[in-house]
């Protein structure tokens, strides 16, 4: 860590750091934070280049992350709402996908982020997540489960218009689903 060059562009003082760390650890983070902390005369300091860009992204995603989940879970509470005319089961959708959700991220750190099964599955282990996956994730995982979900649950609704209950629907899906495993 030091600094390696001063220069000027017209009157604009520019400064040139290095950090002996890779632009995403944390301490490296932490170094533009603090740089950007400082200020000389008044004018406070800016700084760019990949760890600049970095704290960016994980600034803003760590600001709209709660937004967008608490969105995303009304939205599909109220979807399956309407749909099923029943407050239990988006409740019971919700956290079910959030408890896939947490299984996702927890093999996506044990797997690849702390390098297990490296010999078996042949890769260099980065040990960090880049910022954008658990987001990507977020979009595939929560998106295939609910839909699944919801086919699952109008299947079950069919039968139940169809047979007159939803005790009989459900065994009559889950006698379908075991005979067509069989097959």
Not at 26 to 42: E, K
Not at 72 to 99: E, H, T
């Amino acid at each position: 860590n030091g600094l390696l060059s001063r220069s000027f562009k017209g009157s604009t003082p520019r400064l040139l750091v290095l950090s002996s760390e890779s632009y995403n650890t944390l301490s490296t983070l932490q170094q533009v934070r603090d740089i950007r902390a400082l200020s000389v005369d008044g004018h406070p300091l800016r700084v760019s280049g990949a760890p600049a860009v970095l704290v960016a992204l994980l600034d803003r995603l760590g600001s709209r992350t709660p937004f967008a989940l608490g969105f995303v879970g009304v939205a599909m509470f109220f979807v399956l709402f309407f749909a099923f005319r029943s407050v239990v089961v988006p409740l019971k959708a919700i956290l079910m996908n959030c408890l896939s959700m947490t299984a996702s991220f927890g093999a996506l750190v044990f797997i690849f982020q702390d390098g297990r099964f490296t010999n078996l599955l042949k890769y260099e282990p980065p040990h960090f997540t880049d910022a954008t996956t658990p987001l990507v994730m977020f979009c595939l995982v929560f998106g295939l489960s609910m839909d699944y979900e919801v086919l699952l649950l109008g299947r079950v609704r069919e039968e139940a218009v169809k047979n007159g209950g939803d005790t009989e629907a459900a065994v009559a899906k889950a006698q379908s689903t075991w005979q067509s495993e069989e097959a």
